[in-house]
Nanobody, 127 residues
Framework: QVQLVESGGGLVQAGGSLRLSCAAS????????MGWFRQAPGKEREFVAV????????RYADSVKGRFTISRDNAKNTVFLQMNSLKPEDTAVYYC????????????????????WGQGTQVTVSS
């Protein structure tokens, strides 16, 4: 069972940048499709970005497309979320998630598809 630990959150002004990291406990993280989700107060958890096992396929929520970039370093068991041009509406707790799959290029974008979750990291964007 993989364990995930997020880091890199914090307080930033609108227009600023943050880089989130998700460290996985397993050395076989390359067997997992990895996603980022977020949850704002009073709202449901929502999809942000996903990267396939191979790293070839990525998908983004429309609200972050062109501003956020997901990447992975399987050798370091780590997934990243580079967030640029941050907006106050990006304020949320950001969660890293993993799902084991035999499909190298497939991506999963729904919360129920992910059995493994990190504890979350708070991102606050001030206006």
């Amino acid at each position: 069972q993989v364990q995930l630990v997020e880091s890199g959150g914090g307080l930033v002004q609108a227009g600023g940048s943050l880089r989130l990291s998700c460290a996985a406990s397993e050395r076989t993280v390359s067997n997992y499709c990895m996603g980022w989700f977020r949850q704002a107060p009073g709202k449901e958890r929502e999809f942000v970005a996903v990267i396939s096992r191979s790293g070839i396929n990525t998908r983004y929520a429309d609200s972050v497309k062109g501003r956020f970039t997901i990447s992975r370093d399987n050798a370091k068991n780590t997934v990243f979320l580079q967030m640029n041009s941050l907006k106050p509406e990006d304020t949320a707790v950001y969660y890293c998630a993993a799902v084991s799959t035999p499909l190298s290029h497939y991506v999963y974008m729904k919360v129920p598809e992910y059995p493994y979750w990190g504890q979350g990291t708070q991102v606050t964007v001030s206006s």
